[in-house]
């Protein structure tokens, strides 16, 4: 059992260069707000960074995997992103990461728009019976929000990334993941994209609520796709998760909090396809830390005709 994807090849990122190279093209320093200060590494030494690959590590005393990709030709001030994956299954691969950034083909994007990209592997976790990588989406004890800690100080000591405009992006249980690097990572995010994702799941063997929400240290703009009322697992006779509905609920609680919101339905259930891809890398690439959204006042596209700006609900039929 695993979720598949569909964008196996490089997106057009033209539309996204040129926004970010707006914003970026004058050489000027601008004050403002500052991301949170690096964490002290849980355990143990960062792996060798410098180059594309996959590297172990040891984070909060448990061996972990990394898939970084690094542009062929690095230079200063690098953005950096960070994409959880969704489940996966274990016989079919040993890294994820890896797997999702070769089809994915981020190599490319890597070398087109100056960009790092940090894939990390889940740990495994057994569910109905079957061994699932998947990410912590509980709270208490969270070792993964640990391994995020480490893997941003290992690359920050490895590259020359710009930590103003570090982002993170995730599907399925990955995006549910970020829901938790909203609610306790924040300060260390110049925006978050969800491709399925969502907030307070009840979910049968878990004891707490997965993926629960709290209001973020900081403000910043938020991108949320979903494939529509089809976007469950594991199907639509058996909705163990609801992607749709738990994108909902995080809907309104980040526009109660005042942040601003893009909600995106492409009604092609649960999966990601290129204009998914497409238009979250476009999100990734516009953002900084602290910054109102450019996409608020330019708006998405001709492209995006299947997003809107989120707003709040005013309780009238």
């Not at 410098?50 to 040891?58: I, N, Q, R, V």
């Not at 995006?175 to 938790?180: G, P, S």
């Not at 199907?235 to 980040?254: H, M, P, R, W």
Request: net charge negative; charged share 20%; with cysteine.
């Amino acid at each position: 059992m695993s979720f598949f994807f569909l964008a196996c090849a490089a997106p057009d990122t033209e539309s996204a260069s040129s926004v970010n190279d707006t914003a970026h093209d004058s050489g000027e320093v601008e004050e403002g707000p500052q991301p949170a200060p690096l964490a002290a590494l849980s355990s143990g030494e960062c792996p060798s960074l410098e180059a594309s690959g996959t590297s172990s590590f040891l984070s909060s005393g448990v061996e972990r995997s990394v898939t970084v990709i690094v542009p062929s030709t690095p230079a200063a001030d690098m953005p950096l992103y960070f994409f959880f994956h969704g489940l996966d299954d274990p016989s079919a691969t040993d890294h994820p990461g890896a797997s999702w950034s070769s089809q994915l083909d981020v190599q490319s994007l890597a070398d087109d728009t100056g960009t790092v990209w940090v894939f990390a592997d889940s740990p495994i976790q057994n569910m109905y019976g079957y061994e699932f990588y998947l990410w912590n989406l509980e709270t208490t004890g969270n070792l993964d929000l640990v391994l995020y800690d480490d893997l941003r100080s290992c690359v920050a000591e490895n590259l020359d990334v710009d930590l103003s405009r570090a982002s993170a992006m995730g599907f399925s249980g990955g995006a549910l993941f970020t829901t938790l690097l909203l609610a306790h990572r924040a300060d260390t995010l110049a925006t978050v994209v969800q491709l399925s994702g969502g907030a307070d799941l009840t979910v049968p063997t878990f004891d707490e609520l997965l993926a629960l929400y709290a209001e973020p240290a900081t403000d910043l703009p938020v991108l949320l796709t979903t494939g529509g009322e089809a976007d469950v697992w594991p199907n639509e006779s058996l909705k163990i998760v609801d992607f749709y509905a738990a994108s909902d609920t995080l809907q309104g609680y980040l526009l109660d909090d005042g942040h601003y919101v893009v909600r995106c339905n492409d009604e092609k259930g649960h999966s990601v396809n290129r204009a998914d891809w497409d238009l979250g890398v476009s999100w990734l690439l516009a953002h900084s830390f602290g910054g109102a959204s450019p996409f608020a006042s330019a708006g998405l596209g001709d492209d995006a005709d299947w997003c809107a700006e989120a707003e709040l609900s005013t309780g009238e039929e």
